[in-house]
T-cell receptor, first 117, second 113 residues
Framework: EAQVTQNPRYLITVTGKKLTVTCSQN?????MSWYRQDPGLGLRQIYY???????DKGDVPEGYKVSRKEKRNFPLILESPSPNQTSLYFC????????????????FGPGTRLTVL | SQQGEEDPQALSIQEGENATMNCSYK?????LQWYRQNSGRGLVHLIL?????REKHSGRLRVTLDTSKKSSSLLITASRAADTASYFC?????????????FGTGTRLQVFP
């Protein structure tokens, strides 16, 4: 089954304790991205990756890191989480279409609800 | 930055009725997409309409796009309780050779049995 998986699904942590949220897709998609969803603000892009070893900042990258060592995996790293990073996080992937367009149908993971105390 | 804004923010209807949601945006787009999100879960792609298209259908979904008014609408016909979800529009724009996908804040649809 074609899917994007995220782990963990729920996480409660404390300020400053490094954490990693994993994301994996089995569709051989070149493009992967991370979003956070907050009430009243919709989805905002954190980081994205066009392919292996190619990553770039989205709209709200501060406090986050990513890596893309393999095509299928795109982990999100919070080196020193703070309470304002409490949010619902989504990983998404898509193929690269004609003309290099990456914004065709996005496939989303089930989400990771993070609480930072 | 907010590109797509949905209207209304919330909508409650009875099963069998039609639901219409609107999306307005500010700048020229390459395409516009609609997604559904069941409570607290991942978004699911519904339909994509390109800037040179005016209308698209998929099952009970009908999407229209009016680029002159910078607006789109999503119509769900003969709604079912299972259609209860939040619906988001997302616009794709191109700036400095980079595509950008921006989501709106969504419309919460409640369909009562």
């Amino acid at each position: 089954e074609a899917q994007v998986t995220q782990n963990p699904r729920y996480l409660i942590t404390v300020t400053g304790k490094k954490l990693t949220v994993t994301c994996s897709q089995n569709m051989n998609h070149e493009y992967m991205s991370w979003y956070r969803q907050d009430p009243g603000l919709g989805l905002r892009q954190i980081y994205y990756s066009m392919n292996v070893e190619v990553t770039d900042k989205g709209d709200v990258p501060e406090g986050y890191k990513v890596s893309r060592k393999e095509k299928r995996n795109f982990p999100l790293i919070l080196e020193s989480p703070s309470p304002n990073q409490t949010s619902l996080y989504f990983c998404a992937s898509s193929r690269v279409g004609a003309g290099g367009s990456v914004y065709n149908e996005q496939f989303f993971g089930p989400g990771t609800r993070l609480t930072v105390l | 930055s907010q590109q797509g804004e949905e209207d209304p923010q919330a909508l409650s209807i009875q099963e069998g009725e039609n639901a219409t949601m609107n999306c307005s945006y500010k700048t020229s787009i390459n395409n516009l997409q609609w997604y559904r999100q069941n409570s607290g879960r991942g978004l699911v792609h519904l339909i994509l309409i390109r800037s040179n298209e005016r209308e698209k259908h998929s099952g009970r979904l009908r999407v229209t796009l009016d680029t002159s008014k910078k607006s789109s609408s999503l119509l769900i016909t003969a709604s079912r309780a299972a259609d209860t979800a939040s619906y988001f529009c997302a616009t794709v724009t191109r700036s400095y050779n980079t595509d950008k996908l921006i989501f709106g804040t969504g419309t919460r649809l409640q369909v009562f049995p």
